[in-house]
């Protein structure tokens, strides 16, 4: 029976111009990561912004708490197929966290920098669509608490309109820059855009 809601609900939304061509509806949330999950101390992590900006900055957590917060539901799709519908976040919407900066007019792209080394990129005027967030809480739950690290606490960005890959786990810094610089996945063959309506999982040889 509930293989049949699914499969049910996943033909509502298609139906609805919801379910991009090539994926499958998820009633779950599944975990993929490359690489260890991070441990998580509130006095020692900050949020570093930096490069095409006028003024580098840091934000320590107690202090990107303070800083206004809003509520989005939004779908999100993965570029392993699966989608997950209505999922809600709580955190800083990417555009107001911009207007805390001052960046240069040089700067046209975002790279999040994440624990251990990842990176993934994204134009500047995707980031600051009006449904692009930092966030620090799914379903209420805070993502720093321990059994909720795996996705991408304490602090993560959610792009909805991209392949979700390139919603940044486990965010400690923020480079503006005036070039594109691609990521972790894009330099291993994962497309430098992402859009899912486009199914745009992979990249051609010879891009980069």
């Not at 991070?38 to 303070?66: M, S």
């Not at 709580?90 to 555009?95: A, C, L, P, S």
Request: aromatic share 14%.
């Amino acid at each position: 029976m509930k293989l049949l809601n699914r499969r049910e609900k996943e033909r509502e939304m298609r139906a609805a111009g919801r379910l991009p061509d090539g994926q499958s509806l998820t009633e779950k949330f599944p975990v993929l990561t490359y690489g260890p999950t991070p441990t998580f101390d509130p006095a020692t992590w900050d949020l570093r912004v930096f490069g095409e900006v006028e003024e580098e900055r840091r934000w320590t957590w107690e202090e990107f708490l303070r800083l206004p917060r809003d509520t989005i539901t939004v779908d999100i799709h993965c570029v392993t197929r699966w989608s997950k519908f209505d999922t809600t976040w709580e955190g800083v919407m990417f555009r107001d966290f911009a207007r805390e900066l001052k960046l240069k007019p040089t700067a046209r792209y975002v790279i999040a920098h994440c624990e251990f080394g990842y990176t993934t990129n994204l134009p500047l005027d995707v980031m600051l669509d009006d449904d692009v967030m930092l966030a620090c809480k799914y379903e209420g739950h805070w993502l720093k608490a321990r059994e909720w690290m795996d996705h991408g606490g304490p602090l993560r960005t959610v792009v909805p309109k991209r392949y979700f890959w390139k919603s940044a786990k486990f965010l400690r810094a923020l480079e503006f820059s005036a070039e594109d610089k691609p990521g972790f996945w894009e330099r291993g063959g994962y497309h430098n855009d992402g859009d899912f309506w486009k199914q745009q999982r992979f990249q051609r040889r010879g891009i980069f």
